[in-house]
């Protein structure tokens, strides 16, 4: 995600036509509100609130609609209360529906993230370290394969691999979740852009010229400084696998092993089915409660990723 | 698509000297080692194992048979997958635009320094990203339903009826407005990162040379980040070609707008998994996989032209 358009030469023309604007500059009396700090603008604050109400009236619903029962959700106005506040029964019912199969869904989804976003995460930092820091041959070949294969459309890819892994017997199992969510090519180029900018040669010499090994230097040296790169990619790959709903679908049969997602539809299209009960209170509060960690995560450690997003923008 | 790689004077140094090279290479193939074994498992491999799903065919009589190209010839004659490539095309052409012309609007706004309460606004407007597309779909589809959605709410306070949603003219909006409302922060965040990294004595120099707001934005700001949006646009075009969640979440509550070949890649999961034409069904994926990697291409090298 980056501009590597943008060239010296972009650059070099308004800069040089600025030195030639240093003349007026000593007649203008200097201005309070400067390239840097501009004068706040009400109209701008108010226009682009209607892109933030837009973005967020949805999830107030949802919110406000976890508390209601299920003749609530449709007796009363959408983003209003009813009368009945039931946001703990719901919580409670969501939890213990159906043998608590919701929290067997959290727990799947939670392996899947671990294993299958921390392995993405741990492949990514080393390849893209590969790629930053080392010369060898067939690097620039490695990463046209990797962004080219992701132009491949889901299907093309999950269909064969579900015919792959059903041979090998892997299909109905967390790995055949797990194995496909462990290659992040964004993560990979997300890192490779990070650790250029981010670890100055120099360091990894000076530590080598110390007799340090290369997976000592790696972890001692470049790793720390990898950190809000690390930051990034493990938010970006976790919100990819706690939000996957293709690959499960295609993969998994048994709701025992169902993440989350796959989950809540099944609970959603139970109503449709016949003598199906209609359970949208606990499709509502369950919503929430799928949302909810990765907001956290995002609101929690918005310093890291925004500093790491922003270094990869960085590459000219 | 390997231009997307960033180009050669980006090395921040000179390639190391010569002596090294040998040690170096082995070294990095080590790093890189178990990321590509990963990636040759669950993409190459299942990539080449499609392409030879594409030549045979499943016969009732006479078992699995190669038949060479038949499979694309038939997939280009099909009318079925024609119709969702073109509904994906239309969608592309109007969501796109409208996506990514809020998400650049955005960003400027944020970029500009002119609001109050900057960082609630980018993370507020970046928090829908964070929602599953199941959930997004979930909710959505409450909203527009006329039972215990906003719209009957709407309908009913104000005595008007608006249009079902999710009949058969709107559905396809329907869909571009949940996208739309899932990407437009990611988008915006991807601009705003770009914007950020702007040296800002430009502008100063700008303002001293007498350029307006406008002026700055379309002379410098936007060239500046003119990679991050091809970067964004081909990303999602791609998203576009491979909709399915939107549309098969939505398929209960709108069963009559929304059939199983709505969108290419719906077209594929239905042959594959519900009419077991596996054969079939990799060779449409196939198609539509190239389709894609053309425009894409196409929409780079556009895009990376100077002076577009």
């Keep these: 995600m980056t501009s590597p358009v943008a060239t010296a030469s972009d650059r070099s023309a308004p800069t040089s036509s600025g030195t030639s604007g240093s003349a007026p500059r000593l007649r203008t009396p200097r201005r309070r509100h400067s390239a840097d700090r501009p004068r706040r603008s009400v109209l701008l604050t108010v226009l682009t609130s209607l892109v933030l109400l837009y973005s967020l009236v949805p999830l107030v619903w949802l919110a406000i609609s976890a508390t209601k029962t299920q003749e609530g959700l449709s007796r009363s106005a959408g983003l209003w209360f009813d009368g009945d506040f039931a946001l703990w029964d719901n919580i409670t019912e969501t939890f213990t529906y159906d043998d608590g199969v919701f929290t067997r869904w959290l727990l799947n989804t939670l392996l899947y993230v671990g294993l299958g976003a921390g392995g993405a995460t741990f492949l990514a930092v080393l390849g893209g370290y590969a790629l930053a820091k080392f010369d060898f041959p067939g690097r620039r070949s490695v990463f046209a394969v990797v962004i080219g294969a992701v132009a491949v459309p889901g299907t093309a890819l999950a269909v064969p691999t579900f015919l792959m892994f059903s041979k090998m017997g892997l299909t109905n199992t967390p790995w055949a979740v797990i194995v496909p969510s462990l290659i992040s090519p964004f993560g990979l180029y997300l890192m490779w852009v990070f650790a250029t900018e981010a670890i100055p040669t120099e360091l990894m010499e000076a530590a080598r010229i110390d007799g340090a090994g290369e997976l000592r230097t790696f972890f001692r040296v470049a790793l720390p400084l990898l950190a809000p790169g690390v930051v990034t990619v493990l938010l970006f790959t976790m919100v990819a696998t706690w939000n996957n709903y293709f690959l499960p679908l295609v993969m998994l049969k048994d709701p025992d092993w169902y993440p989350l997602t796959l989950g809540l539809n099944s609970w959603n299209q139970q109503a449709a089915t016949a003598g199906g009960e209609a359970v949208f209170n606990l499709v509502v509060t369950g919503s929430l409660i799928t949302i909810l960690p990765l907001i956290a995560a995002f609101l929690l450690l918005q310093k890291y990723w925004q500093s790491g997003l922003a270094a990869g923008s960085v590459k000219e | ?308």
């Design chain 2, 1 to 308: 698509m390997t231009t997307l790689q960033p180009p050669a004077a980006a090395e921040p140094r000179p390639a190391p000297p010569p002596v090294r090279r040998d040690r170096r290479s082995w070294t990095g193939w080590g790093f890189l080692g178990p990321f590509v074994a990963v990636f040759a498992l669950v993409f190459l491999a299942p990539l080449a194992y499609s392409v030879y799903l594409s030549l045979f065919r499943d016969q009732l009589i006479g078992g699995t048979t190669f038949v060479g190209l038949d499979n694309y010839a038939e997939a280009l004659k099909d009318d079925r997958f024609w119709a969702s490539l073109g509904r994906v095309s239309l969608f592309l052409a109007v969501q796109v635009p409208i996506m990514l012309g809020i998400a650049l609007l955005v960003a400027l706004a944020l970029d500009s320094g002119r609001l109050y309460g900057r960082d609630f606004f980018r993370i507020s407007i970046f928090l829908p990203y964070a929602v599953p597309a199941v959930v997004a779909t979930l909710m959505w589809g409450f909203m527009y339903g006329t039972r215990f959605g906003l719209v009957g709410d709407i309908n009913g306070a104000l005595g008007v009826s608006l249009p079902d949603p999710l009949s058969p003219d709107l559905v396809l909006a329907s869909i571009g407005n949940i996208v739309t409302w899932e990407f437009v922060g990611y988008n915006m965040l991807i601009f705003y990162s770009a914007l950020r990294v702007v040296p800002h004595s430009l502008y100063e120099a700008a303002q001293i040379d007498g350029a307006g707001q406008i002026r700055v934005i379309t002379a410098i700001k936007l060239p500046a980040i003119r990679g991050a949006l091809v970067i964004a646009t081909i990303f999602s075009i791609i998203g576009s070609f491979q909709l399915f969640n939107e549309p098969s979440i939505l398929q209960p509550l709108a069963r009559n707008a929304i059939t199983t070949d709505y969108t290419p890649n719906y077209y594929t999961y239905a042959l594959s998994f519900n009419g077991q034409q596996h054969n079939y069904s990799a060779t449409v994926a196939i198609v539509m996989g190239l389709i894609t990697m053309v425009i894409a291409y196409a929409v780079q090298l556009r895009g990376m032209r100077k002076g577009v």
